[in-house]
């Protein structure tokens, strides 16, 4: 058969894999990929045919076949020994290889697995018996691609994992030794006129590369190495960036999920930069155009809501950031009752100089993003906020303030019309920036200016909530309200009198200071009363995941009533009864539920201590009161 | 901390699964298939003839191949009906694989009008039963209540939601509203005043559902069709007006043997080549990585999937769920069945979480 004809067979056995297959109706899905199967079988019998005539012809004999080698150990030696790839016979192995890779493939499509393997098994056969060269080795990577998708298939994960890793250190060991670009496979079936150009070269290799990676990435994935698993997600996210092979706007999603990961881990440099380079890359997918030029044609404008959510979607992501680097700082910086501690602030800034050299060593060493066109504008973006933790409020301002900049972002498109539980997320972050942020702040006036900052962005949403469509997030704000209106009870008690001694407070501070005590109690109160049946019974067993806030509830309820100024004894009579009510209901909890005990210790001791004071103390005034009626 | 739905109750997804006879001349490739791969062994317990040793899953009740239509509707939907009445949501999932009974279980023998069939579904004699106890609750309350009930039928496919009470319509989107919940935006939705009625909105829709996946190319078992009856109902008692709502939501899930090309399980790779030279995969790699590290408070770019964010409040919130899982017993289905009876045993976990942030510092004050 005429070289020609073969060619032309292979382009077509190509048309009816890619394109013809799939128009092929249901009950005959793979009525295509059967005739590409049998014009490959023709090929191979064609070119064993060419092989005989050549032999005969005095070619270069095979049979100096190199020794077999096992499975696939394949590494280094694989550019020592046996035909080089341009030799006559090295030529017919990678042809004839080729083949038995598309048989491959077919096969595997065709759910003929084990078929499928054995042709693919069969070119590495015929590649073992040639050197890496220019004319293979894009045939070397693309066989073991396949075969590891095919062992993962089977849950054989190492089987896989060594496929790949195999590519992998083929393709490192062919950039080092040559480089050039490699033919294409389906260049061995090309007349002269259509050989590729040296550039679509190059590019196709490397994305038989970048799919080793990606594959990689999965494989390390399965295998629960996590870490190596998120280097391969990373490398195949620089890979696409280097080669142009990506839609930007996937690619940042993708960038900023990773970011996240990195933040997990502490390790605020690599999450910053892949922040960064997220929000430069999906600049790319098209400026935001402004509305009315959006509505005009319904593509153009859910284009343009793709987006408008997905830019937010980046913007949540660098909250999570900032939020993270300051609740991190926090967690450095506090001393034991959870307020600064100046000298470990002092000791960590004189370590800080010394730290910038590592960091700039670190940085080097880390794999970077950016292609030619974005890799400034990817470093400017990181300039704009720290990745050290900050150690005082001037820095700790400045992370908040980014953070609280993406806030408004994330929110002109989660609105809390439309998006109810994406928009509560973000204020319960906003919320919890200036939580942290408060940590920093020396002035308790202002502290407590904060706090008054939370509750007025959380208070309106929790009390028009649905209750019943939103019943867990609810119980989210009653909790974070109730705890905010706490701290703040006790900042304005430090803040106006250091002392016990209630008796020398103004009425205005004492009016304000049972006013934030009766709200704190009022929304641990509701968050109880969330947990009651649709009868209004408060469950006799708590379940796991409530058991420690619900108990902590009762107990914070009981110690805000006991602390509540009155100077009426009935009144304080009634506080302290309530007071008593909530301890015992922790005390009878644990008894009841030993196994609960451990969940609430510390509460649990100052509870029965309590419950051993109060009676005392109320009987004491109700002898008061008798005395002086 | 971890906080899931309320009251304590861990039994707000029950699982009911019931075992279909043997099929004889429906043309299914299971015809005349006389070996079994399972036995029930309990009214709660089924037996899988599994290699090398038999497996035993429990579930909260397994129906064998004699059980009634009512029986299953007594033990799955009354209860759910009932609670809808008294405002709380409720849905009913029905899974499996195709040919497993599914559509027998839910509508009945034949997709027709046919009401007072014996073997009517689950479906119509909720309907009955709904308007049976709507009709009393009027009469005992002397005319003070009133009803409003309103149905509501939509399809997903492939991420896209159509509304299959109007065919014409473009995909719609899913929102928000801080008094309404999650709904979907611009769906049609009908009044309906007996159960005829609403019969026929849903025989309507089941139709449509048919044109729609032969016109434009969508496979039926490939998507998942939820239908909601919102009921509203109003009581004035001296002057005051006492509105509540409640859902019911009946949803025929995707054929579970199509759920393996969409949601690859385990450790099959996804490949390039067939996702068209996008990484698209990539971003759930990187997003289990995420997954896994727990604790700190992170974003994930990556939504629910539309129907889990729908019924999210089904799932674990405070609505009663029942989960029908349908299985059929021949040997031939071996790992159809294997794969359902896991799925229903994980459906008893899904828990809707949410974390209370509660301060760790200082917790004693």
């Known amino acids: 058969m005429a070289w020609r004809a073969i060619c032309e067979k292979f382009i077509n056995a190509q048309n009816l894999v890619e394109i013809e297959s799939r128009k092929d109706p249901e009950s005959d899905p793979f009525r295509s990929r059967y005739k590409a199967r049998e014009l490959l079988k023709e090929i191979y019998c064609s070119l064993k045919n060419f092989e005989a005539t050549e032999e005969e012809n005095g070619g270069e004999s095979g049979d100096q076949r190199p020794t077999e080698q096992a499975i696939d150990g394949q590494r280094e030696d694989g550019f020592s020994q046996g035909f080089s790839g341009d030799s006559p016979a090295g030529l017919q192995a990678a042809k004839l290889g080729a083949v038995e890779y598309y048989l491959g493939v077919n096969h595997i499509d065709t759910e003929e697995l084990s078929a499928g393997q054995e042709h693919l098994m069969n070119c590495i056969k015929l590649l073992e018996r040639c050197r890496v060269s220019p004319e293979n080795v894009s045939l070397f990577i693309h066989v073991r691609n396949q075969l590891g998708i095919l062992w993962a298939g089977r849950d054989e994960t190492e089987t896989a994992q060594e496929f790949l890793e195999t590519a992998e250190s083929i393709y490192q060991c062919y950039m080092k030794e040559d480089g050039t670009p490699p033919t294409d496979m389906t260049e061995y079936f090309t007349t002269e006129e259509n050989l590729l150009t040296h550039q679509e070269r190059t590019k196709r290799f490397e994305l038989a590369y970048t799919h080793t990676m990606y594959y990689l990435a999965q494989v390390y994935r399965n295998l629960g190495q996590t870490e190596r698993a998120a280097t391969y997600c990373h490398c195949t996210l620089q890979r696409q960036l280097q080669l142009n092979q990506f839609s930007p706007m996937e690619w940042a999603l993708n960038a900023a999920t990773l970011s996240q990961y990195y933040i997990t881990k502490g390790r605020y440099m690599e999450g910053r930069h892949c922040l960064s380079a997220a929000t430069v890359i999906s600049g790319l997918a098209g400026e935001v155009p402004c509305e009315p030029a959006a509505q005009e044609s319904e593509t153009e404008n859910e284009h343009w809501e793709q987006l408008r959510q997905k830019g937010a979607e980046i913007a949540r992501c660098w909250i999570k950031y900032c939020l993270n680097l300051l609740q991190d700082a926090k967690k450095l910086l506090e001393d034991n009752i959870g307020e ?112 008054k900052r939370r509750v007025d962005m959380i208070e309106p949403i929790c009390n028009d909530l649905n209750a019943k469509y939103y019943l867990l997030i609810r119980r989210q704000l009653m909790f974070e309200l109730a705890e905010t209106f706490m701290e703040m009870t006790d900042l304005k008690l430090a803040l106006a009198n250091r002392q016990t001694d209630t008796q020398s407070l103004d009425n205005h501070t004492i009016k304000k200071f049972n006013y934030l005590c009766s709200a704190s109690a009022k929304y641990f109160q509701m968050f109880l009363d969330s947990l009651c049946f649709p009868e209004g019974k408060f469950p006799e067993h708590l379940e796991e995941e409530v058991l420690r806030p619900a108990l902590v509830a009762h107990f914070r309820v009981g110690r805000l009533h006991s602390r509540l100024i009155t100077f009426s004894p009935l009144a304080q009579l009634e506080n302290l009864s309530k007071s008593l009510e909530n301890y015992k209901y922790v005390v009878e909890y644990c008894e009841v539920h030993p196994e609960a005990a451990t969940a609430v210790e510390a509460e649990l001791e100052l509870s029965k201590e309590m419950v051993g004071l109060l009676p005392v103390k109320i009987n004491h005034i109700k002898a008061k009161m008798a005395t002086n009626n | ?219 039926s078992s490939r998507s998942h069709a939820v239908f909601t009856m919102t009921l509203e109902s109003k009581e004035s008692v001296n002057e005051v007006v006492n509105i509540r709502t409640s859902q019911l939501n009946l949803v025929d899930l995707a054929g579970s043997e199509r759920q393996k090309d969409t949601h690859t399980e385990g450790s099959r790779l996804k490949e390039a080549s067939s996702i068209n030279r996008s990484l698209m995969c990539l971003g759930q790699v990187i997003m289990a990585l995420v997954d896994v590290s727990n604790g700190k408070n992170r974003h994930i770019c990556y939504r629910d999937s539309k129907l889990t964010f729908l019924l999210r409040d089904s799932l674990g919130g405070n609505a009663k769920t029942y989960t029908i899982a349908n299985v059929h017993p021949g040997s031939k289905c071996f790992g159809e069945t294997l794969s359902t009876l896991q799925f229903a045993q994980r459906a008893k976990l899904i828990k809707n979480k949410a974390i209370i942030n509660e301060d760790t510092q200082g917790n004693v004050r």
């Open chain 1, 340 to 451: 600064l501690d100046t000298d470990r602030q002092e000791e960590l800034k004189r370590a800080r100089t010394h730290n910038e050299e590592e960091e700039e060593k670190c940085k080097k060493s880390t794999l970077m993003f950016g292609s030619e066109d974005t890799f400034d504008a990817i470093a400017s973006l990181e300039e704009k906020v720290c990745c050290s933790f900050p150690l005082d409020f001037t820095e700790a301002r400045a992370v908040f303030l980014v953070g609280q900049n993406y806030v408004t972002q994330a929110k002109e498109y989660f609105q809390i019309d439309g998006y109810v539980t994406d928009h509560i997320e973000i204020l319960q972050d906003h919320s919890a920036l200036f939580k942290t942020l408060a940590f920093f702040e020396e002035d308790l006036e202002r502290r407590c200016k904060m706090h």
């Open chain 2, 1 to 219: 901390l971890h906080l899931t739905h309320p009251n304590g109750d861990s039994d707000s997804i029950r699982v009911f699964v019931r075992v279909r006879p043997l099929t004889q001349g429906t043309g299914l490739t299971t015809d005349g298939d006389q070996s079994l791969c399972l036995t029930v062994t309990s009214p709660n317990t089924v037996r899988l003839l599994s290699k090398p040793e038999p497996r035993t899953f429990t579930y909260d009740h397994v129906a064998d191949m004699d059980t009634s239509q009512e029986s299953v509707f007594n033990s799955v939907a009354k209860n759910i009906v009932e609670s809808c009445m008294n405002g709380y949501n409720g849905t009913i999932f029905a899974y499996g694989q195709t040919g497993s009974g599914k559509t027998f279980t839910m509508l009945g023998p034949s997709e027709l009008d046919n009401f007072t069939d014996d073997l009517r579904g689950v479906i119509p004699r909720s309907f009955e039963y709904l308007f049976f106890l709507i009709n009393r609750e009027i009469e005992r309350s002397s005319q003070s209540k009133s009803f409003l009930c309103k149905c509501s039928f939509i399809e997903i496919y492939n991420e896209q939601i159509y509304d299959l009470l109007d065919t014409a319509s473009a995909s719609l989107f899913l929102r928000e509203n801080i008094k309404k919940g999650v709904f979907v935006e611009g769906a049609v939705e009908k009044f309906v005043s007996s159960a005829a009625e609403a019969y026929q909105v849903l025989s309507m829709g089941w139709r449509n559902r048919r044109v729609a996946s032969t016109s434009m190319n969508r496979e």
